[in-house]
């Protein structure tokens, strides 16, 4: 019988998909910020995902995601079991000089609904989250985003897989918030990190510069309506949000040995982001716990985004 893993690849070998499988994460410094995460950097396209994790793990971690821009256009994605299915996902695109950002559910090979369950929220740092004439660089804080219960990595493991995805090309409809995604030609794939790798003892010191009310809700109901921070309720609203000025982004972060990791697999799907960069989503967790369950199939499928806007200081 065909582990998961085992089958997405074949499927992926027979369709000619092409991805990374296998990369692993390494120590990397954000010139930007200056954090520093366990993060890979893909040497075929110089997308960046990394995170950063406090010396006693809560809930909560540092991301930070950049990818270059073609002519102001592109996206990107993040998985945070490694799997696009039963994972929980987020993706940024440009608007013009805005970041757009959403959590996503999916929970088969199609356009996933927006997720409804326990609060996961998104605070922006604002000098790492920017567009300028060559990328895109969301750094946020994940407020709630490691929930355990198959939905994310656990706080009790010792290793992670994450996934990610890149295309050159925007959706069709960067200001709607229902737009499709186009396939990730760019690039895609999984890798493996260390827990302890990814601790640091700046982790409460760079958290606190994470701009927005990162307490969460729990609602269905979304909005894509501009409101001020005083505004953001239960409702789920998704904003604008200011970003930091012009500045160039991504250097290279050599490779270290692969970390081994147990992937835990979940249904993710977003609601909001405040005015400063907070986004409220909920996850309803599912169960696969596959070693290695392959990305070649993440966002393989167009699906729609609920999007929050980041917005760049010139």
């Avoid at 890979?40 to 950049?66: H, R």
Wanted: proline fraction near 3%.
């Amino acid at each position: 019988m065909f582990s998961r893993r085992t089958f997405v690849t074949s499927v992926a070998v027979l369709l000619g998909i092409r991805g990374a499988a296998g990369q692993s994460a390494s120590a990397y410094t954000d010139p930007t910020t200056g954090m520093t995460f366990q993060a890979l950097q893909d040497s075929s396209t110089g997308f960046v995902l990394g995170i950063a994790l406090p010396e006693t793990i809560g809930t909560d971690f540092i991301g930070q995601m950049v990818f270059a821009l073609t002519d102001g256009a592109g996206w990107g994605g993040a998985s945070f079991n490694g799997a696009m299915t039963e994972s929980l996902l987020l993706v940024a695109w440009p608007n013009g000089d805005e970041v757009m950002a959403s959590f996503r559910e999916a929970t088969e090979y199609s356009t996933p609904p927006v997720y409804n369950g326990s609060d996961v929220t998104l605070s922006t740092v604002a000098d790492g989250t920017y567009i300028n004439d060559t990328h895109l660089s969301l750094t946020f804080l994940c407020g709630g985003c490691i929930v355990g219960d198959d939905l994310t990595f656990s706080s009790n493991d010792t290793s992670a897989v994450l996934g990610w995805a890149y295309s050159t090309s925007s959706p069709s409809d960067v200001t709607d918030e229902s737009t499709d995604l186009v396939y990730h030609s760019a690039g895609y794939g999984e890798f493996g990190l260390g827990i302890a790798d990814a601790q640091t003892s700046e982790y409460e010191t760079w958290a606190a510069l994470a701009v927005g009310d990162d307490s969460g809700s729990s609602s269905s109901a979304v909005s894509s309506t501009p409101v001020p921070v005083s505004s953001v309720t239960a409702a789920a609203t998704s904003t604008i949000v200011a970003s930091s000025s012009t500045r160039s982004a991504a250097s290279d972060a050599s490779s270290s040995a692969t970390s081994e990791a147990t992937i835990t697999t979940t249904k993710v799907a977003s609601t909001t982001l405040a005015s400063v960069g907070t986004t409220t989503t909920s996850a309803d967790s599912s169960t696969i716990t596959d070693a290695n369950v392959c990305m070649n199939s993440m966002f393989m499928l167009s699906f729609p985004i609920f999007p929050t806007c980041l917005t760049n200081r010139n």
